[in-house]
């Protein structure tokens, strides 16, 4: 059993020229939102939409924060000095979409719909199931970081998506969707774009193996379509404005032809996009357009707290 660093893999992971030329340095962003006229509904007249979204506010802090908790640990292992920096910068980033996403779960409960019974679980999940094992030194541990690493990778694939959807749905616009609220996401999906290739980078550099790739993006995705359906029936039956709420897959897929939730068949498209052997995040999304609204988000002050979020150098 040996307590090496996970072998990189070069070949795998060298960077294709997009990645050389749409490189950017990052840094997390100060940012500040105030949410005392958001309205519970912040899409006019689409609770489901709404609260569909609003699943971000109960997954992500904990998901993030867990992001933050893995790579701080793999940083050690890191031995190409940009990829340190840009996991550095990503760590800054995951820990102020956390605490963003925090500051609106009180507003939440203020208006009736108290978050904490689902909370409670996804922070079990992220913690406990996921969290620090018990595990001797060497292969056991090194395996169990790898994996980690791995699954990080396949949900930026899915938040990078988001994110770059939700800088392009021009339907919230037109539908009088909360400015604050709107704001607030696509700040967070800007900085999904604008980070999008550093999961996968770090993934083909400790470790690179396409058997982990497929097998740890089958977790992610199941894990997450069980919660984001858990966390959407949760809103729904807890509205304390509707009688009967109910979500299903029906109106999911009737949202995605609106256009105020991403369309099933991009999202079924997203999958064999990350399982491709050719895969490199920085074929969608643009850099630019994430760039160009981080420069104008009335809510990113243009202030920069620390790139590492607190992380050990």
């Known amino acids: 059993m040996s307590n ?5 893999a070069p070949a795998q992971g060298t960077a294709p020229a997009a990645v050389v030329s749409e490189h950017t340095a990052l840094h997390a ?6 949410w005392e006229d958001t309205p519970l509904h912040w899409l006019p007249g689409d609770p489901f939409a709404t609260h569909t979204i609003n699943v971000l506010h109960l997954l992500l802090p904990a998901g ?4 933050v908790h893995v790579y701080k640990q793999v940083l050690p292992y890191i031995k190409d000095e940009q990829l340190r920096a840009d996991v550095v910068g990503f760590i800054g980033q995951e820990a102020m979409h956390a605490a963003a996403h925090d500051d609106v779960l009180p507003h939440l ?3 009736g719909l108290d978050p904490t019974p689902y909370t409670a679980q996804v922070d079990w999940l992220f913690e406990k199931l996921l969290g620090d094992r018990t595990l001797p030194p060497g292969r056991a541990r090194v395996w169990w970081l790898k994996e980690r690493v791995a699954m990080i990778a396949a949900i930026e694939h899915y938040t990078a998506f988001l994110g770059n959807w939700v800088l392009n749905a021009e339907e919230l616009d037109r539908r009088g969707a909360d400015p604050v609220m709107l704001d607030l996401l696509r700040w967070h999906g800007a900085e999904e774009v604008e980070h999008r290739s550093v ?7 400790v470790d690179g193996s396409y058997r982990r790739r497929a097998r740890t993006w089958a977790t992610a995705f199941a894990a997450l379509v069980f919660l ?3 966390g959407a029936r949760f809103f729904m039956e807890n509205d304390p404005t509707l009688v009967n709420g109910r979500a299903s897959v029906g109106q999911f897929v009737r949202a995605g032809r609106r256009g105020v939730l991403p369309s099933t068949p991009a999202m079924l498209k997203s999958i064999p996009t990350y399982l491709a052997r050719t895969y490199h995040p920085s074929q969608e999304g643009s850099t630019a357009q994430a760039a160009a609204y981080l420069a104008t988000s009335p809510g990113a002050n243009g202030g920069v707290v620390p790139a590492d979020g607190g992380a050990a150098r």
Do not use: C, I, T
């Open 64 to 67: 993030e924060r867990w992001f």
């Open 228 to 230: 984001w359906q858990r």
């Open 4 to 8: 090496k660093p996970p072998a990189a």
């Open 29 to 34: 962003r100060n940012v500040s939102f105030g």
């Open 109 to 111: 409960k203020r208006l």
């Open 199 to 205: 999961a996968f980078d770090l993934f083909m550099h």
